[in-house]
């Protein structure tokens, strides 16, 4: 048995993040194993587009200050819980500081059956 839309609009209803975090790592089970340091990093405000198909889409562009490095994993967080923490599409790869933007993601139970 799998969520109909109308229950994948409700339960990702309430899942509205507010800020996303970018990782050098797996974020693991709590989103604080691997957070990006220095460089000017913090977390960014991030803002999720209503419910739609299953997801709720990334409708802004969260623009991050890092050091050099590799940042393949991502987290989206409701104050200080992390609700989701994945792979990016690619890793952001800098050979220098600089900045990273995130310009896609979402959050999607369409691969999820109940």
Same mark, same amino acid.
């Given at each position: 048995?799998?969520?109909t839309? @109308?229950? #994948? +609009?409700?339960? !990702?209803?309430?899942? $509205? *993040?507010?800020?996303?975090? =970018?990782?050098?790592?797996?974020?693991? &089970?709590?989103?604080?194993?691997?957070?990006?340091?220095?460089?000017?990093? @913090?977390? #960014? +405000?991030?803002? !999720?587009?209503?419910? $739609? *198909?299953?997801?709720?889409? =990334?409708?802004?562009?969260?623009?991050? &200050?890092?050091?050099?490095?590799?940042?393949?994993n991502?987290?989206?967080?409701?104050?200080?819980?992390?609700?989701?923490?994945?792979?990016l599409?690619?890793?952001?790869? =800098?050979?220098?500081?600089?900045?990273?933007?995130?310009?896609?993601?979402?959050?999607?139970?369409?691969?999820?059956?109940?």
């Open positions: 048995m799998a969520l839309e @109308a229950g #994948k +609009a409700l339960a !990702l209803g309430p899942l $509205s *993040a507010t800020t996303m975090s =970018l990782h050098t790592g797996d974020a693991g &089970d709590t989103g604080a194993e691997n957070e990006a340091t220095g460089g000017g990093y @913090a977390r #960014k +405000a991030c803002t !999720l587009a209503a419910a $739609s *198909a299953g997801a709720r889409a =990334l409708i802004n562009d969260p623009l991050f &200050d890092v050091p050099a490095g590799t940042f393949p991502y987290g989206l967080w409701i104050d200080d819980v992390c609700i989701e923490a994945g792979l599409g690619s890793p952001k790869v =800098l050979n220098e500081a600089g900045q990273v933007i995130i310009t896609d993601g979402d959050i999607n139970l369409n691969s999820i059956d109940t």
